[in-house]
């Protein structure tokens, strides 16, 4: 689990020490080329895991939990089981070039300090303004469908969203 400040805690007590213990790769280069998915010529494809660091994956993984279930699906399917945009697109009935778009916008929000503050210190929010958190710094969502989620106005939803842009801003403040 991350606290959001870069320390990346594990996520079960022993689980690296277990995965050495049962025969995991011992680099990256005998990773992609003894599993995952194929490319078109029959060579090992080169995942998109293998391109960041170990802690920038885990970082991805820990904080994808805060996003909707097809975006979190994603993200688990290209980052912890190493399937490459071109195998995802087709079974997403999607071209290439816009799944990669929509990752991108994934990280961006995922690794956006907006994110990690809203994650952080939603909790100790009222329930109403912390909803609306949720839905829209976390999901990504607009305010228009916060507000038919939540069944709340759009004006209501403008408010709350003013207010956490606001606390957020006096948090980004130096000697704050």
Same mark, same amino acid.
């Given at each position: 689990? +991350?606290?959001?400040?870069?320390?990346?805690?594990?996520?079960?007590?022993?689980?690296?020490?277990?995965? +050495?213990?049962?025969?995991?790769?011992?680099?990256?280069?005998?990773?992609?080329?003894?599993?995952?998915?194929?490319?078109?010529?029959?060579?090992?494809?080169?995942?998109?895991?293998?391109?960041?660091?170990?802690?920038?994956?885990? +970082?991805?993984?820990?904080?994808?939990?805060?996003?909707?279930?097809?975006?979190?699906?994603?993200?688990?399917?290209?980052?912890?089981?190493?399937?490459?945009?071109?195998?995802?697109?087709?079974? !997403?009935?999607?071209?290439?070039?816009?799944?990669?778009?929509?990752?991108?916008?994934? !990280?961006?929000?995922?690794?956006?300090?907006?994110?990690?503050?809203?994650?952080?210190?939603?909790?100790?929010?009222?329930?109403?303004?912390?909803?609306?958190?949720?839905?829209?710094?976390?999901?990504?969502?607009?305010?228009?469908?916060?507000?038919?989620?939540?069944?709340?106005? !759009?004006?209501?939803?403008?408010?709350?969203?003013?207010?956490?842009?606001?606390?957020?801003?006096?948090?980004?403040?130096?000697?704050?």
């Amino acid at each position: 689990m +991350s606290d959001f400040n870069g320390r990346i805690e594990p996520e079960a007590p022993g689980a690296a020490q277990n995965a +050495s213990r049962e025969g995991g790769p011992q680099s990256s280069e005998s990773a992609a080329t003894t599993r995952g998915p194929v490319d078109r010529s029959g060579r090992a494809a080169k995942s998109n895991r293998l391109d960041h660091g170990r802690a920038v994956v885990d +970082s991805i993984l820990n904080r994808c939990e805060w996003l909707g279930p097809g975006d979190r699906q994603l993200l688990r399917a290209i980052y912890a089981d190493g399937h490459t945009l071109a195998s995802l697109a087709p079974m !997403l009935r999607t071209g290439e070039r816009s799944l990669r778009r929509r990752v991108e916008r994934l !990280l961006e929000r995922l690794n956006s300090r907006r994110f990690a503050f809203v994650a952080v210190r939603h909790e100790r929010w009222p329930q109403t303004r912390r909803r609306v958190a949720a839905f829209m710094v976390l999901q990504g969502l607009s305010m228009r469908e916060t507000a038919d989620r939540l069944g709340m106005s !759009l004006y209501g939803v403008r408010r709350h969203h003013e207010a956490i842009n606001a606390l957020f801003e006096a948090s980004e403040r130096p000697g704050v």
